[in-house]
């Protein structure tokens, strides 16, 4: 087969456009939300300080945010590969998967069946069983392998049924790195008539999305965890977004996607997270439109990213037995979870801390994943690369790492 070859990420130049990295810290607390680039700062500001009105197109503070909403639409069309009528702003993953679990579960019915997973961030677990609890819905689990770090997928045609209505599984593990086939979970969900909602929070940070190659109905992420600020983006067809009534006041607007972001938007937050797409985009080179360069710059991210993460292992296993790593999934991002035999994780991460090297210790709201590891600890460390990751950040991890398990 023939491989097309992939140019380097130029991280000397993507590291000089963020001001934080200038304190000096190694940052591999990415999972939990990158650093910011400067230009993400000065979007936020500059829509921020206006002129800036409600939405409209009579005066030119009114079409700045007007202008605002439209190119955020558009900048996560291309990023997600989905439509724009379909993009929804939300304050959180979490917030718009209550939202969205809520609204849905006005059509379902008591033997009706949700299935969740145990490779899932609680944000995805949590908001859809106490709506299925709410209507006397059933709840089924897709179980995660310990040794593989993946979902039991030779269980999917038993978990999956004629009864089930919705499917909620993650795109990435936030814990572990593991990406299960959602394609393939998404397959056998249609197949039976059920809907896919998938939490791409961590997927997003590390592969480029397409809606529809992934089978998502519905598809959450967060721009903090990709260089934005704190907000967080649903996409799905506008067709699908057409028949979901959620509560809402009886003035606001009845289209889609304006009937489920509640309130007046924040425009200033969404010209940031417009702002973060563009840096990636800014990453894929000159060639083609902004979906071709985003593409190809998650090309790049994650070639440099398992490089380093090579690294990382083969000094991680030399560590071996007084730590274990668990991210071991043969698909998975650069994200890794160790946990560890006679120390607490906490004082590891605060030993690393000392020296300048940020990887926090937790369970990082992955309830399940980690109670189905049954790891027989409280808490891991968890190390995440990111595209500003760098090899000297990598060389003190390793050294700190070492002199903490001395």
């Given at each position: 087969?023939e491989h097309t070859a992939v140019a380097d990420l130029d991280v000397?130049?993507?590291?000089?456009?963020?001001?934080?990295?200038?304190?000096?810290?190694?940052?591999?607390?990415?999972?939990?939300?990158?650093?910011?680039?400067?230009?993400?700062?000065?979007?936020?500001?500059?829509?921020?300080?206006?002129?800036?009105?409600?939405?409209?197109?009579?005066?030119?503070?009114?079409?700045?945010?007007?202008?605002?909403?439209?190119?955020?639409?558009?900048?996560?069309?291309?990023?997600?590969?989905?439509?724009?009528?379909?993009?929804?702003?939300?304050?959180?993953?979490?917030?718009?998967?209550?939202?969205?679990?809520?609204?849905?579960?006005?059509?379902?019915?008591?033997?009706?069946?949700?299935?969740?997973?145990?490779?899932?961030?609680?944000?995805?677990?949590r908001p859809w069983i106490q709506a299925a609890d709410r209507v006397?819905?059933?709840?089924?689990?897709?179980?995660?392998?310990?040794?593989?770090?993946?979902?039991?997928?030779?269980?999917?045609?038993?978990?999956?049924?004629?009864?089930?209505?919705?499917?909620?599984?993650?795109?990435?593990?936030?814990?572990?790195?593991?990406?299960?086939?959602?394609?393939?979970?998404?397959?056998?969900?249609?197949?039976?008539?059920?809907?896919?909602?998938?939490?791409?929070?961590?997927?997003?940070?590390?592969?480029?999305?397409?809606?529809?190659?992934?089978?998502?109905?519905?598809?959450?992420?967060?721009?903090?965890?990709?260089?934005?600020?704190?907000?967080?983006?649903?996409?799905?067809?506008?067709?699908?977004?057409?028949?979901?009534?959620?509560?809402?006041?009886?003035?606001?607007?009845?289209?889609?996607?304006?009937?489920?972001?509640?309130?007046?938007?924040?425009?200033?937050?969404?010209?940031?997270?417009?702002?973060?797409?563009?840096?990636?985009?800014?990453?894929?080179?000159?060639?083609?439109?902004?979906?071709?360069?985003?593409?190809?710059?998650?090309?790049?991210?994650?070639?440099?990213?398992?490089?380093?993460?090579?690294?990382?292992?083969?000094?991680?296993?030399?560590?071996?037995?007084?730590?274990?790593?668990?991210?071991?999934?043969?698909?998975?991002?650069?994200?890794?979870?160790?946990?560890?035999?006679?120390?607490?994780?906490?004082?590891?991460?605060?030993?690393?801390?000392?020296?300048?090297?940020?990887?926090?210790?937790?369970?990082?709201?992955?309830?399940?994943?980690?109670?189905?590891?049954?790891?027989?600890?409280?808490?891991?460390?968890?190390?995440?690369?990111?595209?500003?990751?760098?090899?000297?950040?990598?060389?003190?991890?390793?050294?700190?790492?070492?002199?903490?398990?001395?």
């Open positions: 087969m000397d130049a993507l590291r000089a456009g963020f001001p934080a990295l200038a304190s000096g810290i190694a940052h591999f607390d990415g999972p939990g939300g990158t650093q910011t680039p400067a230009v993400v700062g000065e979007a936020i500001a500059r829509t921020l300080t206006g002129p800036l009105s409600n939405r409209g197109r009579s005066a030119v503070s009114e079409r700045n945010a007007d202008d605002a909403v439209a190119a955020f639409r558009s900048a996560f069309v291309d990023f997600l590969g989905a439509d724009p009528r379909g993009i929804v702003y939300g304050r959180s993953a979490t917030q718009l998967t209550y939202d969205f679990s809520r609204a849905l579960a006005k059509r379902w019915r008591p033997g009706d069946e949700l299935v969740v997973t145990q490779l899932d961030h609680d944000a995805n677990v006397g819905m059933a709840v089924r689990w897709l179980r995660l392998d310990p040794a593989t770090a993946q979902l039991r997928l030779d269980e999917l045609d038993r978990v999956v049924t004629d009864r089930t209505r919705l499917v909620a599984v993650t795109g990435a593990s936030n814990l572990l790195g593991s990406k299960p086939d959602v394609a393939r979970i998404a397959e056998r969900a249609h197949a039976v008539g059920a809907l896919v909602h998938v939490d791409a929070v961590h997927l997003a940070a590390h592969d480029a999305i397409d809606l529809g190659t992934l089978g998502a109905d519905l598809l959450v992420c967060s721009p903090y965890k990709f260089f934005g600020p704190h907000c967080a983006v649903l996409a799905a067809s506008p067709e699908l977004l057409e028949t979901i009534r959620p509560d809402k006041l009886l003035p606001s607007t009845d289209a889609v996607p304006e009937r489920f972001e509640l309130g007046t938007l924040p425009y200033e937050l969404m010209a940031g997270a417009t702002a973060a797409v563009d840096v990636i985009a800014g990453l894929g080179g000159e060639r083609g439109d902004r979906r071709a360069r985003i593409v190809a710059a998650n090309a790049r991210i994650e070639q440099h990213e398992l490089r380093l993460r090579e690294r990382i292992e083969a000094h991680l296993r030399s560590l071996e037995p007084r730590l274990t790593l668990h991210s071991v999934a043969a698909e998975r991002t650069s994200t890794l979870f160790v946990t560890f035999a006679g120390h607490d994780p906490f004082a590891v991460s605060a030993a690393l801390a000392e020296r300048g090297v940020l990887a926090p210790a937790g369970t990082f709201y992955a309830h399940e994943p980690f109670r189905a590891l049954g790891v027989g600890a409280s808490a891991g460390l968890r190390v995440g690369l990111a595209p500003y990751s760098s090899d000297d950040d990598v060389d003190r991890l390793l050294e700190g790492l070492s002199a903490a398990l001395a």
